[in-house]
């Protein structure tokens, strides 16, 4: 069963920084490409970044480019997030997703969620 697993929201004023983190297990790791979206209140679930199984192509949103970086660390099966010059419009509940195909697309493969939340 796959299992990803969020961390690293929280309360942030704008302008600063949070990183976070979404491990997974190590088979899932290996062969899926991972990525993150977000859902604000009563809005749909957007694309943020996304990077492929390999690690040698990301994409981003146009609204993070520039501010937002998405990297994997293989000797821990995690995904990371840097966030930086984060703005109030950020604010939602961020999802870890994975998927085999690229670009991603989760077919289903969530975690929990993370709440990150910007204050201006």
């Known amino acids: 069963q796959v299992e990803l697993v969020e961390s690293g929201g929280g309360l942030v004023q704008a302008g600063g920084s949070l990183r976070l983190s979404c491990a997974a297990d190590a088979r899932t790791f290996s062969r899926y490409a991972m990525g993150w979206f977000r859902q604000a209140p009563g809005k749909d679930r957007e694309f943020v970044a996304a990077?492929?199984?390999?690690?040698?192509?990301?994409n981003y949103a146009d609204s993070v480019k520039g501010r937002f970086t998405i990297s994997r660390d293989y000797a821990k099966n995690t995904v990371y997030l840097q966030m930086n010059s984060l703005k109030p419009e950020d604010t939602a509940v961020y999802y870890c997703?994975?998927?085999?195909?690229?670009?991603?697309?989760?077919?289903?493969?969530w975690g929990q969620g993370t709440q990150v939340t910007v204050s201006s």
């Open positions: 997703g994975a998927g085999i195909s690229w670009p991603l697309s989760p077919g289903g493969l």
């Open positions: 990077v492929r199984w390999s690690g040698d192509s990301t």
